[in-house]
C-alpha cells in the first residue's frame, strides 16, 4: 500500500511539443526535495503535434506521471476540469504549460494550504508580457472582476494555483470558467490567498488563448455575478432587475392619467403606451424570477452542500463533545 | 441476456415511419449487401406507429424461420430519433447500422459503411451520384453550405438514413426529436471521429413532387439547432445577452435622440410613436437578457450532469497495463 497522494501537479497542454519535457523536469526539480508522494496530471487537450507522444513517453519512464487523452480540442477550462477530475491528490496545483509559470513557486503555494487556505491564487506581480495588447486590458478586467465578484484578485489570468482537492471536486467548472476560478469556488464559502509568483516570457510556440473580445468577458461576469450572488434567490435577483421598469413603467402611466383626468388634456398615447410595455414588462420579469425559483428548487442543488465543503467544528466545543463521550 | 444475444456483432436498426417499402424486398437486398461482412448480425424493425401491413410481411418472414430478426412496435409515431433509440434499447451488436425503411440506397453498398469504423467512430452514408434537378441541387447545396459555415464540417448528405458506428455513440448521444439528422454533427462535438461514405443511390429513390414549405421551415430549424447547440449551448447569456444588449442598445439610443430633441429643439415628445418603438426595444433587450440568464441558472444548476469534455484514455504506468476507459475512473472520482 503506497502512501496516499499528497500533491496533484495539473498541466493542460495544447501543442506543446517543446516545453513538455522542460516541464516536467522543471516540476520534478521544484517538487521532489519537498519529500512529499506526488502525481502528475498531464491533460493533453487534442494537440495536433507530438506532445501526446511525448507525454506518453515521459509516463513510461516516470510513473508519477497520469495523462489525460482527449478525443478532440476542448479548450482549457475543460482541460482544467479533467486534470482536477483524475487528480488523486490532497492538494491540487494547476500551471500552464508553456513554462510561463514557475514550478518552484509550487512550495509556496503548498505552505498556504496548509495554513488553512482553500484555494491559492498567483499573482504575476512582474509580468513578461506585451503591455498594451496584453497587461492593460488584464488590469481593468481583474479590477473589474474583483468590484462584480466581491473578491478582489489582482491577477484572475494566471494559471498557476492551489486548491484543497476536496473543495475544489465539487465546484462546477464549465464553458469558460477558468478565467472565474476563485469567484465560482467562492460559491463554497473558500478562504482565498494570493502568493506572488514569478513569471518567465515564452520560450517556445505563440500564444493559444489570446484576448477574448470585451463583450464576452462582460457577459461572462454577468452569470458569474448572477451564479454567485444569487442562484440561490433567483425571483430577488430579477426582482431587482425589474425595479427600473417598474418605476418608470409606473411614473409615465400616472403622468399620462393624471394629465387626461385632473387637466383634461388629450391622453398622450405614446407616454401611457410605454408605460403599459414598461409595467407588463417588469411583471414578466418578476415570473422569469419565479421561473428562476423552480428551476433551482427541482434542481437538488442546494447552498449547505456548498457550505459543507468548507466548514470548520469549534475545536473547543468539539473537544468537550469528545471528552463527553 | 440469452445466448444468441451475446453473441451478435452487429445490430442493424430499420425505422419504418411513414415512407416505406416493401420490406421483404428490402430486407433480401441488405442481407445480400451484408454477405460478405463476416460478422454475426440481427435486424431490428422499430414499427414509428401503427403499420399493420409491414408488420403482417414480418411476421411472416419471421415464421418461415429467418432468425435473427426482431420487430419493436410503436404505440404511435415518435418520429425516427425515437424509433433509434428504441431499436438501440433490444441492440446487442458492439457495432449499430442504422439503414432507411426505403430504397434510398443500393442495397449492395451496405457493406462498404462498415469498413471505416475501424479507424473512425461514425460513418454517414452519402448518395453519390445523385440524381434531382437543379432546384433540387441548390437547395441541397445551400442547407450543406450553411451546416459548414457554422460548424465547419463539410457534410454532403445529411438526409441519408444509412450510418454505421460505435454502439457507444449512439448511447453517448441520446438523440431526440429530429436530432438524426444532424446525428454526425453531434457526434463530431462528442469528439468521435466522423467519416462519409460515398454509397450509390437506389433507382428507386426518386422524390415524385414539390416540396412543401414545412420542409423548408424544417431545415431552417435544423441550422439553428445546429448553431444553438455547436455555439451555445454551455453558455447561453452569449447567445441571448447579445442580441438582448443590442436591442436594448438600440431602444437607448432612439430615447437619448428624442429626450436630445425635445430639450434642445423642444420638440414635443408626446406623439411621437417613436417613443413607443424605443420603448419595446429596451424592454424586449432585458426580456432576452433574463432569458439567458435563466438558461444560465440552468446550466449551473444541472452542471454535474454536463460534461464539457471526454477524456478518451487515462494512461498510466505501470498499473494493471493501466489503460483505463474513462468511465472506470470517472465512478472512481465522483465517490
Avoid at chain 1, 473543495?167 to 477558468?178: A, D, G, Q, R
Avoid at chain 2, 461482412?37 to 403499420?51: A, K, N, Q, Y
Avoid at chain 2, 414545412?214 to 448553431?227: C, G, I, M, S
Avoid at chain 2, 452542471?303 to 472506470?328: F, G, T, V, W
Wanted: proline share 3%; net charge positive; charged share 20%.
Amino acid at each position: 500500500m503506497r502512501p496516499p497522494i499528497k500533491l496533484s501537479v495539473i498541466v493542460p497542454f495544447y501543442n506543446e511539443q517543446d516545453s513538455i519535457g522542460a516541464l516536467h523536469t522543471a516540476i520534478v526539480d521544484a517538487v521532489a526535495p519537498l519529500q512529499i508522494p506526488f502525481e502528475m496530471v498531464f491533460v493533453d487537450d487534442g494537440s495536433k503535434d507530438q506532445t501526446l507522444a511525448r507525454a506518453v513517453e515521459l509516463a513510461r519512464k516516470d510513473h508519477r506521471i497520469r495523462v489525460v487523452q482527449f478525443r478532440r480540442n476542448y479548450g482549457q477550462t475543460a482541460a482544467m476540469a479533467a486534470g482536477i477530475e483524475y487528480a488523486r491528490g490532497e492538494v491540487l496545483v494547476t500551471m500552464d504549460g508553456d513554462l510561463q509559470n514557475d514550478p518552484a513557486d509550487i512550495e509556496q503555494f503548498l505552505r498556504k494550504i496548509d495554513a488553512g487556505y482553500d484555494v491559492v491564487v498567483g499573482w504575476r506581480h512582474d509580468r513578461q508580457d506585451k503591455l498594451v495588447s496584453r497587461k492593460v486590458p488584464s488590469v481593468i478586467a481583474n479590477w473589474l472582476i474583483g468590484k462584480v465578484t466581491g473578491i478582489p484578485i489582482k491577477d484572475n489570468g494566471c494559471s498557476l494555483k492551489a486548491y484543497r482537492a476536496s473543495v475544489i471536486k465539487n465546484i462546477p467548472l464549465y464553458s469558460e470558467m477558468h478565467r472565474f476560478i476563485p469567484a465560482m469556488a467562492s460559491i463554497a464559502g473558500t478562504r482565498i490567498a494570493e502568493v506572488k509568483v514569478r513569471h518567465h516570457a515564452r520560450r517556445f510556440g505563440a500564444s493559444k488563448y489570446g484576448l477574448s473580445r470585451i463583450y464576452k468577458v462582460l457577459l461572462d461576469l454577468m452569470v458569474i455575478k448572477t451564479l454567485t450572488s444569487f442562484a440561490a434567490r433567483p425571483l430577488l435577483w430579477f426582482a431587482f432587475l425589474a425595479l427600473p421598469l417598474f418605476l418608470i413603467g409606473t411614473v409615465a402611466l400616472v403622468y399620462a392619467l393624471t394629465m387626461s383626468i385632473v387637466y383634461h388634456a388629450a391622453t398622450s398615447l405614446p407616454i401611457a403606451g410605454s408605460g403599459v410595455i414598461f409595467l407588463t414588462s417588469a411583471f414578466i420579469l418578476f415570473c422569469s424570477g419565479a421561473l428562476g425559483e423552480l428551476v433551482y428548487n427541482l434542481s437538488g442543488m442546494r447552498e449547505h452542500d456548498f457550505a459543507r465543503l468548507t466548514q470548520r467544528l469549534d475545536t473547543r466545543a468539539a473537544a468537550a463533545e469528545i471528552q463527553a463521550r | 441476456m440469452t445466448e444468441r444475444d451475446a453473441k451478435v456483432e452487429l445490430s442493424v436498426i430499420i425505422p419504418v415511419g411513414k415512407r416505406c417499402a416493401n420490406v421483404r424486398e428490402l430486407y433480401d437486398e441488405y442481407v445480400s449487401g451484408l454477405e460478405s461482412v463476416r460478422l454475426t448480425r440481427e435486424f431490428i424493425f422499430v414499427l414509428d406507429g401503427p403499420h399493420a401491413q409491414v408488420l403482417a410481411e414480418l411476421e411472416q418472414l419471421i415464421s418461415e424461420g429467418t432468425a435473427n430478426v426482431v420487430v419493436v412496435c410503436l404505440s404511435r409515431s415518435f418520429g425516427e430519433s425515437t424509433a433509434l433509440m428504441a431499436g438501440l434499447e433490444r441492440a446487442a451488436g458492439e457495432l449499430i447500422l442504422t439503414l432507411p425503411a426505403y430504397h434510398q440506397i443500393d442495397g449492395r453498398d451496405v457493406a462498404k459503411l462498415l469498413t471505416p469504423l475501424e479507424s473512425a467512430d461514425v460513418a454517414i452514408g452519402w448518395r453519390w451520384p445523385r440524381s434531382g434537378g437543379f432546384l433540387e441541387r441548390a437547395r441541397r447545396a445551400v442547407f450543406h453550405g450553411m451546416v459548414a459555415w457554422v460548424t465547419g464540417m463539410r457534410l454532403h448528405d445529411l438526409g441519408c438514413g444509412a450510418r454505421a458506428m460505435r454502439r457507444r455513440v449512439l448511447e453517448e448521444l441520446s438523440l431526440y426529436g429530429d436530432q438524426h439528422r444532424l446525428l454526425a454533427v453531434l457526434a463530431d462535438r462528442k469528439g468521435f471521429r466522423v467519416t462519409e461514405v460515398a454509397l450509390r443511390q437506389s433507382d428507386r429513390d426518386r422524390f415524385e413532387g414539390v416540396y412543401r414549405p414545412r420542409e423548408y421551415a424544417h431545415l431552417v430549424l435544423d441550422v439553428f439547432t445546429v448553431f444553438f447547440l455547436v455555439r451555445f449551448t454551455k453558455k447561453p447569456l452569449r447567445f441571448f445577452g447579445m442580441i438582448g444588449a443590442s436591442m436594448c442598445g438600440a431602444g437607448v439610443l432612439v430615447v437619448l435622440y428624442l429626450v436630445f430633441g425635445r430639450l434642445v429643439f423642444n420638440r414635443s415628445l408626446a406623439d411621437r410613436p417613436a417613443l413607443l418603438l424605443s420603448s419595446l426595444l429596451v424592454v424586449l433587450g432585458l426580456q432576452l437578457f433574463a432569458l439567458g440568464l435563466l438558461a444560465e441558472l440552468i446550466i449551473f444548476t444541472q452542471a454535474r450532469h454536463l460534461k464539457d469534455y471526454q477524456a478518451a484514455e487515462i494512461i498510466q504506468y505501470p498499473e494493471n497495463s493501466a489503460r483505463q476507459l474513462p468511465h472506470e475512473s470517472r465512478t472512481a472520482a465522483i465517490s
